[in-house]
């Protein structure tokens, strides 16, 4: 299935039943009263997070949704039955805004969440609800509410724990695959990856923690160049992220230029998201000259994140303490937040 993380859709709640104007017919009740039953309730719109999804491709493929309207009343009191709520699935993750004003309407987290997005329009009264000392045979019955109408833009911001970012060709897929059991497309060309691939970790004492692949980033994605722009988004609700920086072509003269490039990228995209701690791991170290690189490239990051850890993930050097530190930190995380 194709990963769609955006999608614009209508919905329309049920209208409410009319309510009926009736009279008692009898034999031997010649003077009967009222007796019209009240219109139905129209059915809800409601939203429900499902882990069997994680991509909103099915909107691509229906944008409209519309609940069931409510029954009309009948006579001899009986009321109309209720319309049946429309239950719509989306991916744990999803945004939901109001697709005129960008109002957040619902912002889905865990699975199993549910959210009532338009009430359906309310039964109308039958006329026994208006009979009076003054008025003891009404004609008069309420017609049922409409329904509420409302155009949605949805959006998906996948559940990663951790978020693995970098200047395209770092080698996230290929971290990915190790870290986790994950297999994600990998080859030597920049932007490989063009969604972004989840993978779970899983490390001794701790429960398994999600890592994502973000697709490359590059100079002026916070603006829509290259793929950035459309994927930064997945790593705002992760907890730190892994800056992947390529040994194989870091500029000697400018060793700090593609840690800073991503960094403002980030600062530019949000504020918030640039000040999530960062691990900052040195990759291919199995390439000619790049231990004595990375050396050189430790101290010239030191100053701005002590953080520094050298791998490579092809050859699994650096793996296993890696994958340590990031349980570590994964769990001093979680318990903070407890």
Known sequence: MKFVDEALITIQ???????????????????????????????HVIFETTSRMNTLYRFNLKRHFKAQRGAHGRGKNQSGKNGKDLVIQVPPGTLIRDAESGRIVKDFVHS?????????????????????PGSRAPRQAQKGEPGRT????????????????????????????????????????????LTPTLGVVEAEKIDPFVIADIPGL????????????????HVERTRFLIHL???????????????QVINRELQLFSPTLAQEPQVVVLNKIDKPGARALAGKARESLRRLNPDIWVISALTGEGLEPLKGHLAELMDGIRRVAA
């Open 13 to 43: 709640s049920g209208d409410g039943g009319n309510g009926c104007a009736s009279f008692r017919r009898e034999k031997y009740v010649p003077k009967g009263g009222p007796d019209g039953g009240d219109g139905g309730r129209g059915g």
């Open 112 to 132: 199993g969440e549910t959210f009532v997005a338009a009430r359906g329009g309310r039964g109308g009264l039958g006329n026994k609800h208006f009979a009076s």
């Open 150 to 193: 409302m155009a949605l833009a949805l959006e998906l911001k996948l559940l990663a724990d951790v978020g693995i970012i970098g200047l395209p060709n770092a080698g996230k897929s290929t971290l990915v695959s190790r870290l986790s059991s994950a297999r994600p497309k990998i080859a030597d060309y920049p932007f490989t990856t």
């Open 218 to 233: 590059i100079k002026g994605a916070h603006s829509g160049v290259g793929l950035g722009m459309r994927f930064l988004k």
């Open 245 to 259: 920086i390529d040994l194989a072509v870091l500029p000697p003269e400018d060793l700090l230029r593609p840690y």
